[in-house]
């Protein structure tokens, strides 16, 4: 038996730990390289982590729930023999004399990363052990069971069938709220992937009480089951994302101050442009909306006022300006509050903005974002109308200099023309830090984007 530790890698961005969100494999597995054996929580997104041997595994030293220091070993791995070892094969003569004892004292790369590797020798599945009729373990297995870690092995290999199903956390959550056993659900997305649409489509077939599609993920969330009939509080540890943007607010309002200007604008013209948009059949694909256009608005108005779009760097003691914008896009998901980022948004179309804040706010649901994908941003847009608010005080996403919320759109009298009438009108918030940033600046700013909101065509004379 020759036996690899792996220990947990940094996932990016020097984050210090992970929870582990289920084990995809279990002890005695055979697994092949670069096959998906964890998904982890970071502070930041969820992430899958690829085997870096092929071989049997031995041990899993953490149990789901469990947060693991980032060096701490994770799994152990049998990756006896040739050809159980992640090394890429030889081949010619040299590979035909090649001894056994030679190929277990070559050296193994140790792997650091995530995506490290060899591209995958297959997609199988992991092998599961052999169960007696009645569907428990193998007597075979029984020292196995014992020195597995109960999390690991609770519904996976006692009560669970052979395959453990995949799914992402805001998934598992709407599952559980629905009282589905994904056990029971099969997976259409990639690989097998239970979706949020599978978990839907079987709950209504068996008559499961369905969600409403206007209730947002991060509820669902966080509804919780009371673990005795009666109680009256409920704790849940803050960890994750939720404890990362706690944070990180936190840092942003006692160190940046913090300056509101908020604008009403009728924004008629703007309704007007999406209706005829979206009744183009050529781009119903893209679902272009008011986000789009602020957005479009945003980068049209930052390459007028710079000052929105540079960084405070106290330990150089300089402002750096951006000459691009990385736009993020602020995300409710079940695990918190996510603001990915569109780069070079500025280089963007109206339409390429639409399906990129789509393709963000899809990822973001489904707990895939990567940390990469928040980092560097330069100016955030924060939607809260989607809610029926009108206008709050958005707190700025550290490093940056600026967030735009966007209010609820309304119909209501406004003047038109000199006279009264039924317009669409919109509350724009700004929050700007004040070290970057005067009140005239900011101002200005503001007014730049609630003009090409007011009249898109505007944007055809601003650059």
Known sequence: MSVQDFKLPDLGEGLPEAELVQ????????????????????????????????????????????????????????????????AAPATGVQAETKTAAEAEAEPKAEPNLVGYGAAPRGSARPQRRARSASGRPAASDTAVLE?????????????????????????????????VDLALVEGTGQTGLIT????????????????????????????????????????????????HTAEAMVRSAFTAPHVTTFLTVDVTATSELIASLKADRALQEHRIGVMAVAAKAVCLALSRHPGLNSRWDDAAGEIVEHHYVNLGIAAATGRG?????????????????????????????????????????????????????????????????????????RRQPWEHRGEIALRDVMTLALSFDHRLVDGEQGSRFLVDVADVLREPGRAMLLR
Do not use: C
């Not at 929580?41 to 870096?52: D, F, G, I, N, R």
């Not at 980092?375 to 005080?393: K, L, P, Y």
């Open 23 to 86: 084990w995809l494999v279990a002890e005695g597995d055979t697994v092949t390289l670069n096959q998906t054996i964890a998904e982890v929580e970071t502070a930041k997104a969820v992430v899958e982590l690829p085997s870096p041997y092929a071989g049997t595994v031995t041990t899993l030293h953490a149990g789901a729930g469990e947060v693991v220091a980032v060096g701490s070993v994770l799994i152990s791995f049998d990756v006896g023999g040739a050809d159980a070892a992640p």
């Open 147 to 179: 020195a597995a870690p109960h999390d690991a092995i609770h519904a996976d290999v006692v009560d669970a069938p052979v395959e453990r199903p995949r799914s992402t956390p805001p998934v598992r959550a709407l599952a559980k709220q629905l009282g």
């Open 196 to 243: 949020r649409g599978d978990v839907e489509a079987y709950a209504e077939r068996v008559g499961a009480a369905s969600v409403p599609a206007a209730v947002p993920v991060a509820s669902q969330a966080a509804i919780r089951v009371p673990a005795t009939p009666g109680e009256r509080t409920s704790r849940t540890p803050i960890r994750g994302v939720r404890k």
């Open 337 to 409: 509050l996510v603001v990915p980022n569109i780069r070079d948004a500025q280089e963007l179309t109206l339409i390429e903005l639409a399906d990129a804040i789509r393709g963000l706010a899809e990822t973001a649901r489904a707990g895939k974002t990567a940390p990469a994908e928040m980092m560097g941003g330069t100016f955030s847009i924060t939607n809260v109308g989607v809610f029926g608010v009108d206008a709050g005080t958005p707190i700025i996403n550290p490093g940056e200099a600026g967030i735009l919320a966007l209010g609820a759109v």
